[in-house]
Structures are given as C-alpha cells and as structure tokens.
C-alpha cells in the first residue's frame, strides 16, 4: 500500500486527477471505476479542466461508478447518476452511452443483474474511492460479512447521518443502495482511496495503523491489493496518528 499525506484537500484531488489521468493517457479506452460525495467531488474539477484544455481525451473512455441510491429516479437531484452527470460527464467529451451507473427505481433485482452484467464485461483499470465514517467503501457497510458481487446494502445509521446534508430532511435519505460488492472494488487493476475530515479518523486507524484485516471496517480489506494507492492530507493523518 502506497501512502501519500499532502498539505491539503485541493493537492489530494489534484493528484488523485494526474493519477487518472496518466491511466487514460497510457490506455485510452480505459475503464474507469468512479465515485461520488464530497472527496470525488472534488476529484472531477481537475479532469473536466484537463479535457477542455485539450490535454485529455475522454471519446474512448468507459466509466462504471461504485452504487446509486435505490428509490432514487435518474433525474432526482440526489441520483447518483445526477451528480455524475453535473459534475463530470456533462463537460467532457464521454460518450454518456459508455457510462454506467446503476438504475435506483423499477425491478431493483433486475437493475442488480443488469449492473452485475455491466461489470462483468471489462476489467476497471483504476477504481477512485472515498472511505465512510464507518469505513464503507462503495457502500459495502461493516458487518459480520461483507460482499463480493454487487447487490443491495442496507445502509448504516452513520452513513444516513452523514448523507442527511444533502437532503431537505433526514428523513428523505434512502435506507437502501446498490453497490459493487467488495471484490468489484479489489478486482480493479489500481484502487486511489482519498481520505479526508476528522470523521473519517476512527476509519483511518484502522487502514492506516494496523495489519488486520476486518468486516467491521471493510476500507482494510484494500490492504490486500497489490496497487493501492491511498492518499490522505495532513490534518487528518494528524489526527490519525500516522504522523506527528
Ligand atoms: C460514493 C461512495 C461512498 C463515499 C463515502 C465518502 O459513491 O461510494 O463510499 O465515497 O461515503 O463520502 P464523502 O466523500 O461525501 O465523505
């Protein structure tokens, strides 16, 4: 596992954008495994900059993003198809057809063997990750077991919590997700997990200052792939405790 601190967020995310980047520069057709929330969010400025300059072509790129809200239509404000699209894939040059992002709303059974058909038929070249309160990646929540396909997660009161920022009230976040499963996510050829704020410091600990392996914080199970590079800033490796 490669660790990287930076100074702060803007520099994680910068970086976090070169690193994806270099992987379409050196495969053009590359399929990228992405995220949303308020860590990608932050990622997609750098790449959107990077494509209408001219210094990155996205016309031969595939994406498939880690979960969709179940009960959520496409054009709900909160889809995680929304958010993809307003905050990358409307200002570059992707051919939406090539973008994947699992349907919230009809036969959720169905949209799970659709989503399970779509990973299946490429390899992702780079999976971006942020990390929960609670450890999650996608939304592979702490348990006693953890998942390999895609499938529907119920999801964590800390993760509502969390989420209820985005919405008028808690009660309108969804309880339930499609998400990859944990071995999507580490079947990606090269995983970037961005960490970021004081609230993903028990998390953290437990990626960043320990050899354990556990469903209780699914993050640690990023330890085992053989290209990971996680990438977190100052303030909150600090509080981590992985430096002074
Ligand atoms: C989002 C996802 C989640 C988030 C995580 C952190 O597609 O799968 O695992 O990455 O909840 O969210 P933020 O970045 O909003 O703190």
């Given at each position: 596992?490669?660790i ?6 803007q ?7 070169d690193?994806i980047a270099?992987v ?6 590359a399929r990228?495994g992405?995220a949303?929330?308020s860590t990608?969010q932050?990622v997609?400025?750098?790449l959107v900059e ?11 790129v595939?994406?498939?993003n880690?979960?969709?809200y ?29 973008t994947?992002v699992?349907?919230g709303t009809?036969?959720i059974e169905?949209n799970?063997?659709e989503f399970?058909?779509?990973?299946a038929?490429?390899p992702?070249?780079?999976?971006l990750?942020g990390?929960g309160v609670d ?6 929540e702490p348990?006693y077991v953890?998942y390999?396909?895609?499938?529907v997660?119920?999801?964590d009161e800390?993760t ?5 920022r985005?919405?008028?009230?808690r009660?309108?976040?969804p ?6 499963g944990?071995?999507?996510i580490l079947?990606a050829?090269?995983l970037?997990l ?9 998390a953290?600990?437990g990626?960043l ?9 699914p993050?640690t199970l ?7 590079t ?7 490796a ?7």
């Amino acid at each position: 596992m490669k660790i990287i601190v930076t100074e702060n967020f803007q520099e994680t995310c910068k970086l976090a954008a070169d690193m994806i980047a270099d992987v379409i520069r050196k495969k053009p057709d590359a399929r990228l495994g992405l995220a949303t929330g308020s860590t990608a969010q932050g990622v997609y400025p750098f790449l959107v900059e990077a494509n209408q300059s001219g210094a990155l072509d996205f016309s031969r790129v595939n994406t498939v993003n880690l979960d969709e809200y179940v009960g959520l239509p496409p054009e709900h404000p909160q889809s995680y198809r929304r958010f993809m699209d307003e905050n990358l894939f409307d200002h570059i040059n992707i051919d939406k057809k090539n973008t994947v992002v699992a349907k919230g709303t009809g036969d959720i059974e169905e949209n799970v063997k659709e989503f399970r058909d779509a990973l299946a038929k490429k390899p992702i070249d780079v999976q971006l990750l942020g990390i929960g309160v609670d450890g999650h990646v996608g939304f592979n929540e702490p348990g006693y077991v953890l998942y390999d396909g895609a499938h529907v997660e119920e999801l964590d009161e800390s993760t509502i919590d969390a989420n209820a920022r985005f919405f008028a009230t808690r009660d309108e976040v969804p309880t339930r997700a499609i998400s990859m499963g944990m071995g999507d996510i580490l079947r990606a050829k090269k995983l970037l997990l961005l960490a970021t704020g004081e609230n993903k410091a028990e998390a953290m600990k437990g990626l960043l200052l320990n050899e354990e392996l556990s469903a209780q914080n699914p993050a640690t199970l990023v330890k085992t792939h053989p290209d990971v590079t996680v990438i977190i800033d100052r303030a909150l490796a600090k509080r981590v405790g992985y430096i002074q």
